[in-house]
């Protein structure tokens, strides 16, 4: 079974791919957990195709990391804040699928799985852009699953909260407006658990994951 983190840089995405033998990376960041880690300099459409391409070879699982959290509140309205958030968090993972699909690089009855996040499952104050973003990713798993059923592909999406790490603590550094007993905490050692099981299996498809 091979394994493509796309985006897989982050220290949750490394420890993950650690659990399984014939892990891959894309992303801006080489890293030495994979088997083999293909550098982009950007996520456009032509540095991702070229990037894919190096590997030559197709895969069964495909997860996409790609991710942008900054605080927020709706009732102050940052258009430019929110652009971006909804430009890496949402349009770059379709667009990222949209590349997958027409370089046909996923094995038949395989999946390409979205990192959400439980932020999508629950109202908070101070977390609304992220939210918004990850909630309308939810539901665009669910019609891909849909559009693809038939050619073999199967989407999914996994949603955990913050991981008590570096990054993790890093991040609550960045949560000034949300209270910090709101933030919802995963447990790494049950998400690497569950994960094995999920990247394991073919039955899946229009299914959210929620580790915690």
């Known amino acids: 079974m091979d394994n493509l983190f796309i985006g897989g840089s982050s220290q949750i995405a490394i420890e993950i791919a650690k659990s399984f033998k014939n892990s891959f990376s894309l992303s801006r960041k080489k890293n030495s957990a994979y088997k083999k880690s293909v550098v982009i300099k950007k996520y456009n459409k032509k540095e991702i195709i070229k990037g894919l391409k190096k590997f030559n070879k197709k895969f069964d699982n495909i997860l996409i990391f790609n991710g942008f959290f900054r605080s927020s509140l709706l009732t102050k309205y940052d258009e430019t804040l929110f652009n971006k958030i909804i430009n890496t968090n949402l349009k770059l993972p379709l667009l990222i699928c949209k590349i997958i699909l027409e370089e046909k690089i996923l094995n038949f009855n395989s999946s390409i799985y979205f990192i959400s996040?439980?932020?999508?499952?629950?109202?908070?104050?101070?977390?609304?852009?992220?939210?918004?973003?990850?909630?309308?990713?939810?539901?665009?798993?669910?019609?891909?699953?849909?559009?693809?059923?038939?050619?073999?592909?199967?989407?999914?999406?996994?949603?955990?909260?913050?991981?008590?790490?570096?990054?993790?603590?890093?991040?609550?550094?960045?949560?000034?407006?949300?209270?910090?007993?709101?933030?919802?905490?995963?447990?790494?050692?049950?998400?690497k658990k569950e994960m094995s099981k999920i990247l394991n299996s073919k039955n899946f498809n229009g299914k959210n994951f929620i580790l915690k």
Request: proline share 3%.
């Open 117 to 191: 996040s439980l932020a999508a499952l629950k109202p908070m104050i101070g977390n609304a852009y992220y939210a918004i973003s990850k909630n309308s990713l939810n539901f665009s798993c669910k019609i891909l699953s849909l559009e693809q059923k038939k050619r073999g592909i199967r989407f999914n999406t996994i949603s955990f909260g913050l991981i008590k790490n570096r990054m993790g603590y890093n991040l609550l550094n960045e949560l000034p407006i949300i209270k910090k007993n709101q933030i919802l905490f995963s447990n790494i050692k049950k998400i």
